[in-house]
């Protein structure tokens, strides 16, 4: 009765809305598991098996031959080759065995296989067998037998160890940061003075920016990357300097961040009481100080939750840095470091996956030390602006 009783105070939709979130929860961290125990899998154990098999050992099909027809004993009327399937091998556990490819398990480990032609064959767990024969074995190769062999649970930090001490990583790390970084200020610094104009400044044209600034958000980034690009080009020119640099890829971000952040800050200091700007205004504020000394301090939280979505994207951004910034060993930044490391193929799961949770460790900090802010931010945005 207590649990039914718990239940009905808190509410069916409450309930519900718990649930949902606990399902996206799990529906987000069971990828995420299966990422972290891969890269710290062997490469073999990962083309070989699931994820969810690390824990219990991998199961693959091996080859295997046996001795050679020369090295046959006589034991009584048989012919007797004895050995280990494993040897010169890297060993395991022998779950099944066959004489056929298309067959790997036919027969049971630790019982003689009648494999016809008078011959039996008995295959232990441990790699050893006994092949006879009522006859003569005949000269040649030694007989080719298939193994399901499983290997017990292997784990490693050789994948981390070859992404990070890789050449030109910690050179890339410091190059993701001084992009990044600056990335992210430079665009909520000007955002926040824009929303504070478009939100309680009155001037001619504000209706006209405020629609360029919602038009602006739905244009594709890929859209808008060689107009930018030809634009930075010709400004290089001009004063003499290389546009593919560190100030073009901060001005390339802020550009296709800005409208966004423009619009999500609007919405918030729109939403704050006039009272506070108004009587600010009476005591001879400037719009300056009023920016500065009010709309600062109570727009912290929409200012941190941008932040964690602007620094997000460009830590994590790969084609803006190859077009804004180049492609040289002492341009790369982070994700492109670690994806040259991945080949041409880009079928190395263990670098993938080591350098996936490289890449997160700084984004993690970021998340977790304004977390707390995070959903204060996203809720302001829902408050009707003026």
Same mark, same amino acid.
């Given at each position: 009765?207590?649990a039914?009783?718990?239940?009905?105070?808190?509410g069916?939709?409450?309930?519900?809305?718990?649930?949902?979130?606990?399902?996206?929860?799990i529906?987000?961290l069971?990828?995420?598991?299966?990422i972290?125990?891969t890269s710290?899998?062997?490469a073999?154990q990962?083309?070989?098996?699931g994820?969810?098999?690390?824990?219990?050992?991998?199961?693959?099909?091996s080859a295997?031959?046996l001795?050679?027809?020369?090295?046959?004993?006589?034991?009584?009327?048989?012919?007797?080759?004895?050995g280990?399937?494993?040897?010169?091998?890297?060993g395991?556990?022998?779950?099944a065995?066959?004489?056929?490819?298309?067959?790997?398990?036919?027969?049971?480990?630790?019982?003689?296989?009648?494999?016809?032609?008078?011959e039996?064959?008995t295959?232990?767990?441990d790699?050893?067998?006994?092949?006879?024969?009522n006859?003569?074995?005949?000269?040649?190769?030694?007989k080719?037998?298939?193994?399901?062999?499983?290997?017990?649970?292997?784990?490693?930090t050789?994948n981390?160890?070859? &992404?990070?001490?890789?050449?030109?990583?910690?050179?890339?790390?410091?190059?993701?940061?001084?992009?990044?970084?600056?990335?992210?200020?430079?665009?909520?610094?000007?955002?926040?003075?824009?929303?504070?104009?478009?939100?309680?400044?009155?001037?001619?044209?504000?209706?006209?920016?405020i629609?360029? &600034?919602?038009?602006?958000?739905?244009?594709?980034?890929q859209?808008?990357?060689?107009?930018?690009?030809k634009?930075?080009?010709?400004?290089?020119?001009?004063?003499?300097?290389?546009s593919?640099?560190?100030?073009?890829?901060?001005?390339?971000?802020?550009?296709f961040?800005?409208?966004?952040?423009i619009?999500?800050?609007?919405?918030y200091?729109?939403?704050?009481?006039?009272?506070?700007?108004?009587?600010?205004?009476?005591?001879?504020?400037?719009?300056?100080?009023?920016?500065?000394?009010?709309?600062?301090?109570l727009?912290?939280?929409a200012?941190a939750?941008?932040?964690?979505?602007?620094f997000?994207?460009?830590?994590?951004?790969?084609? &803006?840095?190859? &077009?804004f910034?180049?492609?040289?060993?002492?341009?790369?930044?982070?994700?492109?470091?670690?994806n040259?490391?991945?080949?041409?193929?880009?079928?190395?799961?263990?670098?993938?996956?080591?350098?996936?949770?490289?890449?997160?460790?700084?984004p993690?900090?970021?998340?977790f030390?304004l977390?707390?802010?995070?959903?204060?931010?996203?809720?302001?945005g829902?408050?009707?602006?003026?």
């Amino acid at each position: 009765m207590s649990a039914v009783a718990s239940l009905r105070r808190i509410g069916l939709p409450r309930l519900v809305v718990h649930l949902s979130v606990l399902v996206i929860c799990i529906i987000w961290l069971i990828p995420t598991l299966g990422i972290l125990v891969t890269s710290f899998r062997d490469a073999g154990q990962i083309s070989a098996s699931g994820w969810w098999t690390a824990f219990t050992g991998a199961a693959e099909t091996s080859a295997a031959r046996l001795g050679e027809p020369s090295t046959a004993k006589q034991d009584g009327a048989n012919y007797v080759i004895s050995g280990s399937v494993f040897e010169g091998g890297k060993g395991g556990t022998v779950r099944a065995f066959g004489t056929r490819v298309a067959a790997p398990t036919e027969f049971t480990v630790g019982q003689a296989a009648d494999i016809g032609d008078g011959e039996t064959l008995t295959i232990n767990e441990d790699g050893s067998y006994t092949y006879s024969k009522n006859a003569p074995f005949e000269s040649g190769r030694g007989k080719r037998v298939y193994l399901s062999v499983a290997t017990p649970p292997s784990f490693t930090t050789e994948n981390y160890r070859t &992404v990070l001490t890789s050449q030109g990583i910690g050179q890339s790390f410091v190059n993701s940061l001084t992009v990044a970084v600056p990335a992210t200020i430079i665009p909520i610094l000007i955002a926040a003075f824009a929303a504070y104009a478009l939100s309680w400044m009155e001037f001619p044209g504000r209706a006209l920016i405020i629609a360029m &600034v919602v038009g602006l958000i739905v244009v594709p980034l890929q859209m808008s990357l060689i107009p930018l690009l030809k634009m930075y080009n010709e400004i290089g020119n001009f004063f003499g300097v290389p546009s593919r640099s560190y100030a073009g890829i901060w001005l390339a971000h802020s550009a296709f961040g800005m409208p966004l952040a423009i619009y999500l800050l609007r919405n918030y200091i729109a939403g704050l009481p006039r009272e506070i700007i108004e009587s600010a205004r009476v005591d001879g504020a400037s719009d300056f100080e009023i920016f500065v000394k009010i709309i600062l301090p109570l727009s912290f939280p929409a200012l941190a939750s941008f932040s964690i979505f602007q620094f997000l994207w460009t830590w994590n951004d790969l084609l &803006v840095a190859m &077009v804004f910034l180049g492609t040289g060993k002492d341009q790369l930044v982070l994700t492109g470091a670690l994806n040259a490391l991945l080949g041409s193929m880009g079928g190395k799961w263990e670098i993938l996956t080591a350098s996936a949770f490289i890449t997160i460790v700084v984004p993690i900090i970021v998340f977790f030390a304004l977390q707390r802010y995070l959903v204060r931010g996203l809720l302001a945005g829902s408050v009707k602006g003026g």
